[in-house]
């Protein structure tokens, strides 16, 4: 090594260590063992191009035979090759396989194979110049056989083969003509007279020898260049040996200092990562700040616009309000009024007295932020039982939906807003509702449409489609320290996708939609409303749904203190 060359930190120099002995010059030698190694070569070459000739040229000859015979023979008006070929483009046809054609040219193909290969079993050993055929046979890899067959055309010879330790072994020639897609393969012997027994005899009588001058020209060869090279790398490693004691303290210094660069080189490293990732780490806290602003911002619009047209709602509704409750307060003070239709008015105010009272209970709910819940005991039992009183009748009246509620006997307190989770739970049953809407809605279209049915079928379908029922069902129960709510339908059900994008705000499948006019549908704000409720709760949402399979909205809320001990 040059005395100006430093070494590199990954391989430094230990004491006392010379290293490796440096590569032979190669082309010092080349001129020296050139002409030897050139006449060497070429006996080599010689002997072996006359070996391999000498090996292969009597069964090269007999697999051009049978590939002629193959090739050329016609039992009927066409040759082999033609009726593969033929079967080959039967069988890739661009417009589709035609199997009664198919199996015409498999069987057309069966018969040339046993005409071929019958004669060779029949005058087994009488024919000194022909050999004896094992099997004969289509390969088609492309393609499968036609229906009905388990394979392509092929002939076996009832003769068995020759023994493992028979000197005339089972040859194969694999022939393809045309394009190469379908092969002809044919199994066969050696020539009956024993002619490739002579001729193992003869090769081994003279393989023998020249194998002995080839391993004796190898031996001398070697030992020359052998002999010769040790010479000339003892001379190069004394000559190196000398050089490296010289240069030795020097490489130590420099190694020295290349370990002291490397080692202020990775501090240095070391404290760009980290400003890096102090930096990185600013940036994320950041933008997690400024993405929770404008999420608390996105949701005071959201409830102020929700106030504000809920107000619109309430005052339109109080002034529709007034005439019918006037209306009923003259009728009930004339007199003469039958006792049976004063009770009845009695009941249409007190339920309109009802209505507005519910109007602004649902009005404070939705107004309020949900962040600034008021939060005292509820009793989720006696919610949904609230719930179901106030739905039950309506749903299957006005609805036609089968409302049924599978409450828990024991009271399940939680800790929550009550006109929250009221309307909360609310939202969940008016979203089953919607869905048994569609789902009737799809059963209708469905059998409007039905392919194949004539007017009687339709209209059957049609009865069926409308005798369809809506079901709904609120469960509760408790399980461990969380109490269950349940809400269940037989609806349109949900793809995955929708039921990923189904709690965002003002994600909707409804909107512009005539079936839920009336409904208060449409809006996409309904989940997202149950959303932050649960939320700021504590409480979790699981919702199981697949298309036309029905939904079910699973929420999970920590009982109070008292009950969850």
Same mark, same amino acid.
């Given at each position: 090594m040059p005395a100006d060359t430093p070494p590199t930190a990954a391989s430094p120099i230990e004491p006392n260590n010379i290293g490796p002995a440096p590569r032979l010059p190669v082309w010092r030698y080349v001129g020296r063992l050139a002409p030897l190694m050139v006449c060497w070569l070429g006996l080599v070459v010689w002997l072996g191009w006359l070996l391999y000739a000498r090996a292969n040229w009597t069964r090269q000859t007999d697999e051009a035979d049978i590939r002629e015979w193959l090739a050329e023979t016609r039992v009927f008006r066409k040759s082999l090759p033609e009726l593969v070929k033929e079967y080959a483009e039967i069988a890739e046809?661009?417009?589709?396989?035609?199997?009664?054609?198919?199996?015409?040219?498999?069987?057309?193909?069966?018969?040339?194979?046993?005409?071929?290969?019958?004669?060779?079993?029949?005058?087994?050993?009488?024919?000194?110049?022909?050999?004896?055929?094992?099997?004969?046979?289509?390969?088609?890899?492309?393609?499968?056989?036609?229906?009905?067959?388990?394979?392509?055309?092929?002939?076996?010879?009832?003769?068995?083969?020759?023994?493992?330790?028979?000197?005339?072994?089972?040859?194969?020639?694999?022939?393809?003509?045309?394009?190469?897609?379908?092969?002809?393969?044919?199994?066969?012997?050696?020539?009956?007279?024993?002619?490739f027994e002579e001729e193992q005899k003869t090769r081994r009588s003279w393989q023998l020898p020249a194998g002995g001058v080839l391993a004796l020209g190898f031996g001398l060869t070697g030992f020359v260049v052998y002999r010769f090279l040790r010479r000339e790398r003892l001379r190069?490693?004394? =000559?190196?040996?000398? #050089?490296?004691?010289? $240069?030795? %303290?020097?490489? +130590?210094?420099?190694? /020295?200092?290349?370990?002291?660069?490397?080692?202020?080189?990775?501090?240095?490293?070391?404290?760009?990562?980290?400003?890096? =990732?102090?930096?990185? #780490?600013?940036?994320? $806290?950041? %933008?997690?700040? +400024?993405?929770?602003? /404008?999420?608390l911002e996105m949701k005071s619009q959201l409830y102020a616009s929700i106030g504000i047209m809920a107000g619109s709602y309430a005052h339109n509704i109080k002034n529709l309000l007034v005439r019918p409750n006037d209306l009923i307060a003259r009728c009930m003070d004339a007199e003469g009024l039958p006792r049976e239709q004063h009770g009845m008015l009695e009941e249409v105010r007190a339920t309109l007295g009802t209505v507005t009272e519910r109007l602004q209970q649902i009005l404070r709910t939705v107004r309020r932020d949900p962040n600034r819940a008021e939060l005292t005991r509820v009793d989720l039992t006696a919610l949904l039982r609230e719930t179901y009183r106030t739905w039950g009748?309506?749903?299957?009246?006005?609805?036609?939906?089968?409302?049924?509620?599978?409450?828990?006997?024991?009271?399940?307190?939680?800790?929550?807003?009550?006109?929250?989770?009221?309307?909360?739970?609310?939202?969940?049953?008016?979203?089953?509702?919607?869905?048994?809407?569609?789902?009737r809605n799809h059963l209708r279209e469905g059998a409007r449409r039905a392919p194949g049915l004539d007017a009687a079928g339709r209209k059957q379908k049609l009865i069926e489609a409308a005798a369809w029922k809506g079901e709904v069902i609120l469960r509760t129960r408790r399980e461990g320290d969380r109490a269950v709510l349940e809400v269940q339908d037989n609806g349109i059900g949900m793809s995955e996708e929708v039921r990923r994008d189904c709690l965002k705000t003002h994600f909707t499948t409804k909107r512009d939609n005539a079936l839920y006019e009336g409904y208060s549908a449409g809006m996409g704000l309904g989940l997202s409303f149950v959303a932050v409720v649960l939320e700021h709760h504590g409480a979790s949402l699981e919702i199981d749904s697949a298309p036309l399979r029905g939904a079910i909205f699973r929420v999970r809320i920590p009982l109070a203190g008292s009950e969850g001990a």
């Amino acid at each position: 090594m040059p005395a100006d060359t430093p070494p590199t930190a990954a391989s430094p120099i230990e004491p006392n260590n010379i290293g490796p002995a440096p590569r032979l010059p190669v082309w010092r030698y080349v001129g020296r063992l050139a002409p030897l190694m050139v006449c060497w070569l070429g006996l080599v070459v010689w002997l072996g191009w006359l070996l391999y000739a000498r090996a292969n040229w009597t069964r090269q000859t007999d697999e051009a035979d049978i590939r002629e015979w193959l090739a050329e023979t016609r039992v009927f008006r066409k040759s082999l090759p033609e009726l593969v070929k033929e079967y080959a483009e039967i069988a890739e046809s661009p417009a589709g396989r035609d199997e009664e054609r198919l199996r015409t040219k498999y069987d057309e193909i069966e018969a040339h194979l046993s005409a071929l290969a019958e004669p060779t079993r029949m005058y087994s050993g009488r024919l000194p110049l022909f050999p004896e055929v094992y099997f004969l046979g289509i390969e088609y890899p492309d393609r499968g056989p036609p229906t009905g067959r388990s394979a392509h055309p092929a002939w076996s010879s009832p003769v068995p083969r020759p023994g493992v330790d028979a000197k005339a072994k089972v040859r194969a020639v694999l022939y393809a003509p045309g394009d190469g897609h379908a092969a002809i393969r044919c199994e066969y012997g050696v020539h009956t007279n024993h002619q490739f027994e002579e001729e193992q005899k003869t090769r081994r009588s003279w393989q023998l020898p020249a194998g002995g001058v080839l391993a004796l020209g190898f031996g001398l060869t070697g030992f020359v260049v052998y002999r010769f090279l040790r010479r000339e790398r003892l001379r190069e490693v004394h =000559g190196w040996e000398v #050089k490296v004691s010289s $240069e030795h %303290r020097e490489r +130590e210094l420099l190694a /020295a200092q290349v370990r002291q660069q490397e080692a202020e080189r990775e501090t240095q490293e070391l404290s760009s990562k980290l400003l890096a =990732g102090e930096l990185e #780490k600013a940036k994320i $806290e950041s %933008r997690a700040a +400024e993405a929770e602003r /404008a999420a608390l911002e996105m949701k005071s619009q959201l409830y102020a616009s929700i106030g504000i047209m809920a107000g619109s709602y309430a005052h339109n509704i109080k002034n529709l309000l007034v005439r019918p409750n006037d209306l009923i307060a003259r009728c009930m003070d004339a007199e003469g009024l039958p006792r049976e239709q004063h009770g009845m008015l009695e009941e249409v105010r007190a339920t309109l007295g009802t209505v507005t009272e519910r109007l602004q209970q649902i009005l404070r709910t939705v107004r309020r932020d949900p962040n600034r819940a008021e939060l005292t005991r509820v009793d989720l039992t006696a919610l949904l039982r609230e719930t179901y009183r106030t739905w039950g009748e309506m749903a299957w009246e006005k609805w036609k939906v089968r409302l049924t509620a599978e409450i828990a006997d024991a009271p399940l307190t939680v800790s929550g807003d009550v006109s929250h989770l009221q309307q909360a739970i609310e939202n969940l049953v008016f979203n089953a509702r919607d869905a048994t809407f569609e789902m009737r809605n799809h059963l209708r279209e469905g059998a409007r449409r039905a392919p194949g049915l004539d007017a009687a079928g339709r209209k059957q379908k049609l009865i069926e489609a409308a005798a369809w029922k809506g079901e709904v069902i609120l469960r509760t129960r408790r399980e461990g320290d969380r109490a269950v709510l349940e809400v269940q339908d037989n609806g349109i059900g949900m793809s995955e996708e929708v039921r990923r994008d189904c709690l965002k705000t003002h994600f909707t499948t409804k909107r512009d939609n005539a079936l839920y006019e009336g409904y208060s549908a449409g809006m996409g704000l309904g989940l997202s409303f149950v959303a932050v409720v649960l939320e700021h709760h504590g409480a979790s949402l699981e919702i199981d749904s697949a298309p036309l399979r029905g939904a079910i909205f699973r929420v999970r809320i920590p009982l109070a203190g008292s009950e969850g001990a």
